[in-house]
């Protein structure tokens, strides 16, 4: 595993959740959705697609259209047990723990009903680790993927192109900057000779990437199909201040943090 995970980027764990782990998920999902005034807490939303496209709002003032809609929920691992319980199952923690070489904290979370349709990109731009590369992506597949949902789409081994340096030196994206940023990654993936693949995943499958893998979702061709996802982003324990940490009682860690400002 490790193997794979230096050499490409990448480890795909197929079936690794049975149906009953992901339905806790969904029932949670559900109610949060349909009990937004009590159970949504200050989770927020980004709009995919619609007139709103584009805005993130808290969960709580989202009209029923959005709702209805393609749209991420962030951080709901901040307020859902059952999250908690899926992006923090033990043997999943352990996998993540041999690949970091620390025990895995949560930072964030993403959940979608329908593909991301997000451009390919690096996670790093938008959260980079405390230490380089130290920070590994769980994608679990909550129900049977087709072409059609928009899957991931992913470059193998493109962890290993440097990242792109922007103007205060680091490599957490600076907006006006990202054309430069892209036609480097493109010069870098033609020199490399690199190509993308399409994972396209069933129930209970997980996905994890590298923190420096290029990676992004399909344009989605079937608007009616879903791609039920839950994408997890770690960092290490040890690499915050352990009083921002949470355990649960499996043992696994997150973060404490406050919501997504809209
Ligand atoms: O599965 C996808 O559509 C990609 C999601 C993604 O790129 C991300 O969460 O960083």
Redo the contacts with the bound molecule.
């Keep these: 595993m490790i193997e794979s995970w230096e050499r490409d980027g990448f480890i795909i764990l197929k079936n690794f959740f049975n149906q009953n782990d992901l339905n806790l998920l969904e029932e949670d999902i559900c109610l949060t959705l349909e009990n937004r005034e009590t159970r949504a807490g200050n989770i927020t939303i980004d709009i995919l697609e619609g007139e709103l496209i584009g805005q993130r709002l808290k969960l709580v003032d989202a009209p029923e259209s959005a709702i209805q809609g393609a749209h991420?929920v962030n951080d709901l691992y901040l307020e859902s047990k059952a999250c908690r319980n899926l992006n923090l199952n033990r043997k999943l923690c352990r996998i993540l723990e041999t690949l970091l070489g620390d025990k895995p904290l949560v930072i964030n979370s993403?959940s979608?009903k329908k593909?991301?349709?997000?451009p390919h990109?690096f996670?790093t731009y938008?959260m980079p680790p405390m230490v380089k590369d130290m920070m590994a992506?769980t994608?679990i597949c909550l129900e049977d993927q087709s072409l059609e949902t928009?899957?991931?789409s992913y470059y193998p081994e493109s962890h290993k192109i440097l990242p792109y340096v922007f103007s205060h030196g680091g490599i957490h994206a600076v907006p006006e900057e990202m054309e430069q940023a892209t036609q480097y990654i493109q010069s870098e993936l033609e020199k490399r000779n690199l190509k993308p693949k399409t994972f396209v995943g069933n129930a209970g499958d997980v996905f994890i990437w590298h923190a420096q893998l290029y990676?992004?979702?399909?344009p989605i061709t079937d608007h009616e199909k879903t791609?039920k996802?839950l994408?997890t982003?770690y960092w290490r324990k040890h690499d915050v201040e352990q009083h921002r940490v949470a355990t649960i009682k499996s043992g696994g860690n997150y973060l404490i943090r406050e919501h997504q400002n809209t």
Excluded: N
């Design positions: 991420k993403l979608f593909g991301s349709q997000q990109h996670d938008y992506v994608s928009g899957p991931l990676h992004g979702g399909l791609r996802t994408v982003h």
